[in-house]
């Protein structure tokens, strides 16, 4: 029997836009989502794990099983982004409730691996977080890229980074894991900081997330914190900001609606060392005439801003 649904497992850090992302693949109704799992990232596991339970306890999807992390990079000590998404990672206007759901006792990369047999040849992974728990699963099953058909992330910048000057976030968490996955023979598709920083939240998509049911109005407090900006800016910087960026809604947007999004066809890699390139990702292109060019990513490099707004207001207000 053909699915109607595409199975795919979401490998994040929740995390303000990680959130606004589930919540949005939630409402498509176009995925059966396998299973969450949290990794150390945004916040340590101890903070991203609790907070996949609440999503699901919010979003009234408690059948969805949450996993084991990875607590640190796979050779590297734990590199969290501190307080940016706030205190327990969803910023400074959600509080929810402590979760009765319990996490799996399975570990992240073998339930990848089980799922991925299981679902051979039709299984995709968003990975909106440090790609610890894939590069682990790629690690201990060497015939795991057979049986995926793609994975889409959100990390990686070509142009300037966020976390240092060369190097996104996600990416400079765990560079090795990063490579291993790059490297995988999977087809990639990467929303990266060059995409993203077009996606602009502004106040008057707040304003209408704000007059939507339940799960809307946290998503309007979780994007309240990225579109009003921190405390530490005065009024009239504050009256002069355009709004924020959502990078992982971007993922959940390409991954829903893909035609949103222009992408390249590029090869991308990952530099795991170095005193200023360290987490870096690079784009080979034809053109580039001293390597030999081997294209493996499809990469984020426009949107249409008002169908991307559109899109997530809709698909989670479907979960109102």
């Not at 679902?119 to 057979?146: H, M, R, W």
């Not at 000057?165 to 996600?170: Q, V």
């Not at 790059?182 to 996606?199: K, N, R, S, T, Y």
């Not at 360290?278 to 490099?301: D, I, M």
Request: charged share 25%.
């Amino acid at each position: 029997m053909e699915r109607t649904k595409t199975p795919v497992i979401i490998d994040f850090d929740p995390g303000l836009d990680d959130a606004v992302c589930f919540m949005m693949m939630l409402g498509s109704g176009k995925f059966d989502i396998l299973g969450l799992c949290p990794v150390s990232g945004n916040k340590g596991l101890e903070f991203t794990e609790p907070n996949a339970l609440k999503l699901c306890e919010l979003c009234g999807c408690t059948d969805i099983p949450v996993l084991r992390g990875a607590k640190k990079g796979m050779f590297k000590e734990r590199r969290t982004s501190g307080d940016v998404h706030g205190s327990s990672g969803f910023g400074r206007h959600v509080n929810l409730p402590e979760p009765v759901k319990k996490a799996e006792k399975e570990y992240a990369w073998d339930f990848v691996y089980r799922k991925a047999k299981e679902y051979s040849g039709e299984l995709e992974i968003l990975a909106i977080g440090p790609l610890t728990n894939l590069g682990i699963a790629f690690t201990k099953y060497p015939d795991l890229s057979k049986h995926l058909k793609r994975i889409v992330i959100m990390g990686g910048a070509f142009a300037r980074g966020n976390w240092t000057a060369a190097a996104e976030y996600n990416i400079y968490a765990d560079p090795d894991a990063a490579r291993i996955v790059f490297e995988a023979g999977v087809p990639m598709a990467m929303m990266g900081l060059d995409i993203c920083m077009q996606a602009v939240i502004n106040k008057d998509d707040l304003a209408r997330l704000d007059n939507g049911g339940k799960v809307s109005k946290v998503a309007a407090d979780l994007v309240r914190d990225r579109v009003n900006g921190p405390d530490t800016l005065t009024e009239e910087q504050r009256r002069q900001r355009k709004g924020g960026i959502l990078c992982d809604a971007v993922a959940a947007c390409y991954m829903i609606c893909p035609d949103i999004i222009e992408t390249e066809f590029v090869e991308v890699r990952v530099e795991t060392k170095g005193t200023l390139t360290e987490g870096k990702t690079y784009a080979l292109r034809p053109f580039t005439e001293t390597e030999t060019y081997h294209p493996n990513t499809y990469a984020g490099v426009s949107i249409d801003r008002a169908r991307f707004t559109d899109l997530m207001i809709k698909t989670i207000a479907n979960l109102d």
